[in-house]
T-cell receptor
Framework: AQSVTQPDIHITVSEGASLELRCNYSYGATPYLFWYVQSPGQGLQLLLK??????LVQGIKGFEAEFKRSQSSFNLRKPSVHWSDAAEYFCAVGSYNFNKFYFGSGTKLNVKP | GAVVSQHPSWVICKSGTSVKIECRSL??????MFWYRQFPKQSLMLMATSNEGSKATYEQGVEKDKFLINHASLTLSTLTVTSAHPEDSSFYIC???????????FGPGTRLLVL
Protein backbone atom coordinates (compact mmCIF):
# COMPACT_ATOMS: atom_id res chain seq x y z
CA ALA A 1 0.00 0.00 0.00
CA GLN A 2 1.12 3.51 -0.71
CA SER A 3 1.96 5.68 2.25
CA VAL A 4 4.11 8.59 3.26
CA THR A 5 5.40 9.06 6.78
CA GLN A 6 6.70 12.27 8.24
CA PRO A 7 7.78 11.25 11.74
CA ASP A 8 8.20 14.77 13.10
CA ILE A 9 4.97 16.67 13.74
CA HIS A 10 6.67 19.81 15.03
CA ILE A 11 10.22 21.05 14.69
CA THR A 12 11.69 24.23 16.11
CA VAL A 13 15.00 25.58 14.91
CA SER A 14 16.83 28.84 15.47
CA GLU A 15 17.15 31.27 12.61
CA GLY A 16 20.39 30.59 10.77
CA ALA A 17 20.55 26.99 11.89
CA SER A 18 20.39 24.06 9.51
CA LEU A 19 17.22 22.08 8.94
CA GLU A 20 16.36 18.54 7.99
CA LEU A 21 12.79 17.30 7.65
CA ARG A 22 12.34 13.58 7.37
CA CYS A 23 10.13 11.71 4.93
CA ASN A 24 9.77 7.99 4.38
CA TYR A 25 7.57 6.45 1.75
CA SER A 26 6.11 3.13 0.78
CA TYR A 27 5.21 2.78 -2.86
CA GLY A 28 4.89 -0.22 -5.11
CA ALA A 29 6.38 1.32 -8.21
CA THR A 30 8.99 3.89 -9.10
CA PRO A 31 8.21 6.80 -6.80
CA TYR A 32 7.76 10.34 -7.96
CA LEU A 33 8.53 12.40 -4.88
CA PHE A 34 7.60 15.94 -3.96
CA TRP A 35 7.97 18.43 -1.17
CA TYR A 36 5.36 21.16 -0.74
CA VAL A 37 5.17 24.04 1.71
CA GLN A 38 1.94 25.47 3.10
CA SER A 39 1.74 28.80 4.86
CA PRO A 40 -1.22 29.41 7.19
CA GLY A 41 -4.47 29.64 5.25
CA GLN A 42 -2.67 29.14 1.97
CA GLY A 43 -2.51 26.42 -0.61
CA LEU A 44 0.53 24.32 -1.28
CA GLN A 45 3.60 25.57 -3.05
CA LEU A 46 5.94 23.13 -4.77
CA LEU A 47 9.47 23.25 -3.35
CA LEU A 48 11.07 20.50 -5.37
CA LYS A 49 10.50 17.13 -6.97
CA UNK A 50 12.42 13.99 -7.82
CA UNK A 51 11.70 11.60 -10.64
CA UNK A 52 15.02 10.07 -11.61
CA UNK A 53 18.70 10.84 -12.09
CA UNK A 54 20.79 12.70 -9.57
CA UNK A 55 19.50 11.76 -6.15
CA LEU A 56 20.19 15.22 -4.72
CA VAL A 57 17.69 17.71 -6.07
CA GLN A 58 17.67 21.44 -5.65
CA GLY A 59 14.50 23.41 -5.15
CA ILE A 60 13.33 26.93 -4.58
CA LYS A 61 14.13 29.07 -1.55
CA GLY A 62 17.44 27.30 -0.97
CA PHE A 63 15.92 23.90 -0.20
CA GLU A 64 17.32 20.59 -1.34
CA ALA A 65 16.30 16.97 -0.86
CA GLU A 66 18.09 13.68 -1.18
CA PHE A 67 16.48 10.49 -2.43
CA LYS A 68 17.80 7.33 -0.80
CA ARG A 69 16.20 4.28 -2.32
CA SER A 70 17.73 1.87 0.19
CA GLN A 71 16.13 3.78 3.04
CA SER A 72 12.93 4.71 1.19
CA SER A 73 13.57 8.26 2.26
CA PHE A 74 13.37 11.69 0.72
CA ASN A 75 14.55 14.12 3.39
CA LEU A 76 14.36 17.87 2.91
CA ARG A 77 17.26 20.07 3.97
CA LYS A 78 18.23 23.70 4.17
CA PRO A 79 21.63 24.88 5.39
CA SER A 80 20.42 28.12 6.99
CA VAL A 81 16.83 28.69 7.97
CA HIS A 82 15.15 32.08 7.68
CA TRP A 83 12.22 33.26 9.79
CA SER A 84 10.07 33.28 6.65
CA ASP A 85 10.53 29.51 6.35
CA ALA A 86 8.14 28.98 9.25
CA ALA A 87 5.30 26.98 7.71
CA GLU A 88 4.04 23.45 7.34
CA TYR A 89 5.89 21.10 5.03
CA PHE A 90 4.36 18.14 3.25
CA CYS A 91 6.10 15.28 1.56
CA ALA A 92 4.16 13.49 -1.17
CA VAL A 93 4.53 10.59 -3.55
CA GLY A 94 2.80 10.73 -6.89
CA SER A 95 1.65 8.09 -9.29
CA TYR A 96 3.22 7.75 -12.74
CA ASN A 97 0.50 9.88 -14.34
CA PHE A 98 0.43 12.40 -11.47
CA ASN A 99 -3.24 11.70 -10.86
CA LYS A 100 -2.74 10.25 -7.41
CA PHE A 101 -0.83 12.11 -4.77
CA TYR A 102 -0.32 10.60 -1.34
CA PHE A 103 0.65 13.09 1.29
CA GLY A 104 2.40 12.73 4.60
CA SER A 105 0.80 14.22 7.68
CA GLY A 106 3.05 17.25 7.54
CA THR A 107 5.77 18.78 9.70
CA LYS A 108 5.19 22.18 11.21
CA LEU A 109 8.35 24.24 11.34
CA ASN A 110 8.80 27.00 13.88
CA VAL A 111 11.76 29.35 13.62
CA LYS A 112 13.14 31.02 16.74
CA PRO A 113 14.68 34.45 16.35
CA GLY B 1 4.04 27.28 -12.08
CA ALA B 2 0.37 27.32 -12.93
CA VAL B 3 -1.92 29.80 -11.23
CA VAL B 4 -4.97 28.29 -9.58
CA SER B 5 -7.61 30.34 -7.84
CA GLN B 6 -10.45 29.36 -5.56
CA HIS B 7 -13.56 31.25 -4.60
CA PRO B 8 -14.60 31.91 -1.96
CA SER B 9 -11.61 31.76 0.34
CA TRP B 10 -13.86 31.65 3.39
CA VAL B 11 -17.47 30.61 3.77
CA ILE B 12 -19.70 30.23 6.80
CA CYS B 13 -23.08 28.63 6.35
CA LYS B 14 -25.93 27.20 8.33
CA SER B 15 -26.40 23.48 8.69
CA GLY B 16 -28.59 22.09 5.92
CA THR B 17 -27.64 24.61 3.27
CA SER B 18 -25.52 23.95 0.19
CA VAL B 19 -22.24 25.64 -0.60
CA LYS B 20 -20.51 25.92 -3.95
CA ILE B 21 -16.75 26.31 -4.24
CA GLU B 22 -15.11 27.30 -7.50
CA CYS B 23 -11.67 26.31 -8.72
CA ARG B 24 -10.18 28.09 -11.71
CA SER B 25 -7.07 27.40 -13.70
CA LEU B 26 -5.98 30.87 -14.76
CA UNK B 27 -3.17 30.29 -17.20
CA UNK B 28 -3.74 26.95 -18.87
CA UNK B 29 -6.51 24.61 -19.81
CA UNK B 30 -6.88 21.78 -17.36
CA UNK B 31 -8.67 18.65 -18.45
CA UNK B 32 -8.15 17.20 -15.00
CA MET B 33 -8.61 18.90 -11.66
CA PHE B 34 -8.55 17.40 -8.21
CA TRP B 35 -10.38 18.15 -4.98
CA TYR B 36 -8.74 17.57 -1.61
CA ARG B 37 -9.93 17.95 1.92
CA GLN B 38 -7.76 18.86 4.84
CA PHE B 39 -8.89 18.52 8.43
CA PRO B 40 -7.14 20.57 11.10
CA LYS B 41 -3.62 19.33 11.79
CA GLN B 42 -4.00 16.57 9.23
CA SER B 43 -2.79 16.02 5.74
CA LEU B 44 -4.61 16.43 2.46
CA MET B 45 -6.86 13.62 1.41
CA LEU B 46 -7.93 13.28 -2.19
CA MET B 47 -11.71 13.40 -2.49
CA ALA B 48 -12.26 13.19 -6.21
CA THR B 49 -10.81 13.68 -9.64
CA SER B 50 -12.70 16.10 -11.82
CA ASN B 51 -12.61 15.43 -15.56
CA GLU B 52 -13.74 18.05 -18.04
CA GLY B 53 -16.89 16.99 -19.81
CA SER B 54 -17.39 13.77 -17.90
CA LYS B 55 -18.33 12.50 -14.49
CA ALA B 56 -15.97 12.92 -11.60
CA THR B 57 -14.20 9.96 -10.08
CA TYR B 58 -14.62 9.75 -6.33
CA GLU B 59 -12.27 8.17 -3.84
CA GLN B 60 -13.50 5.39 -1.65
CA GLY B 61 -15.60 6.65 1.21
CA VAL B 62 -16.49 9.99 -0.39
CA GLU B 63 -20.21 10.42 -0.99
CA LYS B 64 -20.79 11.53 -4.57
CA ASP B 65 -24.27 12.80 -3.77
CA LYS B 66 -22.92 14.85 -0.90
CA PHE B 67 -20.03 16.40 -2.79
CA LEU B 68 -21.19 17.30 -6.28
CA ILE B 69 -18.46 18.08 -8.77
CA ASN B 70 -18.95 19.81 -12.08
CA HIS B 71 -16.10 20.38 -14.52
CA ALA B 72 -17.95 22.25 -17.23
CA SER B 73 -15.00 23.93 -18.90
CA LEU B 74 -11.26 23.53 -19.21
CA THR B 75 -10.68 26.27 -16.68
CA LEU B 76 -13.40 25.76 -14.10
CA SER B 77 -14.38 23.01 -11.71
CA THR B 78 -16.93 23.42 -8.94
CA LEU B 79 -17.47 21.48 -5.75
CA THR B 80 -20.89 21.76 -4.13
CA VAL B 81 -21.28 20.55 -0.59
CA THR B 82 -24.95 19.67 -0.35
CA SER B 83 -26.94 19.82 2.87
CA ALA B 84 -23.83 20.77 4.77
CA HIS B 85 -23.36 19.65 8.35
CA PRO B 86 -20.83 20.74 10.97
CA GLU B 87 -18.69 17.67 10.26
CA ASP B 88 -18.22 18.99 6.72
CA SER B 89 -16.31 21.94 8.12
CA SER B 90 -12.86 21.68 6.64
CA PHE B 91 -10.30 23.22 4.33
CA TYR B 92 -11.01 22.31 0.71
CA ILE B 93 -8.18 22.59 -1.79
CA CYS B 94 -8.27 22.05 -5.52
CA UNK B 95 -5.37 21.33 -7.81
CA UNK B 96 -4.75 21.07 -11.51
CA UNK B 97 -2.51 18.60 -13.24
CA UNK B 98 0.09 19.87 -15.60
CA UNK B 99 1.42 16.78 -17.28
CA UNK B 100 3.92 18.91 -19.13
CA UNK B 101 5.46 19.87 -15.82
CA UNK B 102 4.73 16.51 -14.23
CA UNK B 103 3.14 17.81 -11.10
CA UNK B 104 -0.03 19.27 -9.64
CA UNK B 105 -0.52 22.91 -8.81
CA PHE B 106 -2.66 23.77 -5.85
CA GLY B 107 -5.16 26.51 -5.22
CA PRO B 108 -5.12 28.63 -2.06
CA GLY B 109 -7.97 26.65 -0.51
CA THR B 110 -11.44 27.40 0.79
CA ARG B 111 -12.19 27.23 4.46
CA LEU B 112 -15.75 26.06 5.14
CA LEU B 113 -17.39 26.43 8.52
CA VAL B 114 -20.83 24.94 8.98
CA LEU B 115 -22.71 26.16 12.00
Amino acid sequence: AQSVTQPDIHITVSEGASLELRCNYSYGATPYLFWYVQSPGQGLQLLLKYFSGDTLVQGIKGFEAEFKRSQSSFNLRKPSVHWSDAAEYFCAVGSYNFNKFYFGSGTKLNVKP
Amino acid sequence: GAVVSQHPSWVICKSGTSVKIECRSLDFQATTMFWYRQFPKQSLMLMATSNEGSKATYEQGVEKDKFLINHASLTLSTLTVTSAHPEDSSFYICSVRDSGKETQYFGPGTRLLVL
